[in-house]
């Protein structure tokens, strides 16, 4: 079964760092065209950060994370990552990585409608 993990959470100060990863079992995620998504409690899940298959020449950022998260893919290594920075009260949230079953032809980014497959999420919290 395919199955995406989340790892990378945790307690952080407002200006402070912390990297995300994204791994998965049973597929390669070079294939894939990988998302971010974050669900702060009483808020929809919004979409945060994308990144296209293969090299990963196209990313896209939320105009709310921009040039504060970088993501970013290591294929060998079969994990995506996505380095938060300067993090506010407000990235507050559970975060998620998600992918669409045959994305690999597909430009950044991807409604949350169309994700196939999600991992569980990792708890992300800014104390202010």
């Known amino acids: 079964q395919v199955q995406l993990v989340e790892s990378g959470g945790g307690l952080v100060r407002s200006g402070g760092s912390l990297r995300l990863n994204c791994t998965a079992s049973k597929f390669i995620l070079e294939d894939y065209v990988i998302m971010w998504f974050r669900q702060a409690p009483g808020k929809e899940r919004e979409g945060v950060s994308c990144i296209t298959s293969g090299d990963g020449t196209t990313k896209y950022y939320a105009d709310s994370v921009k040039g504060r998260f970088t993501i970013s893919r290591d294929n060998p290594k079969n994990t995506i990552y996505l380095q938060m920075d300067n993090l506010k009260f407000e990235d507050t949230g559970v975060y998620y990585c998600?992918?669409?079953?045959?994305?690999?032809?597909?430009?950044?980014?991807?409604?949350?409608?169309?994700?196939?497959?999600w991992g569980e999420g990792t708890l992300v919290t800014v104390s202010s």
């Open positions: 998600a992918t669409e079953e045959g994305s690999w032809y597909r430009e950044c980014p991807l409604p949350a409608t169309s994700m196939t497959y």
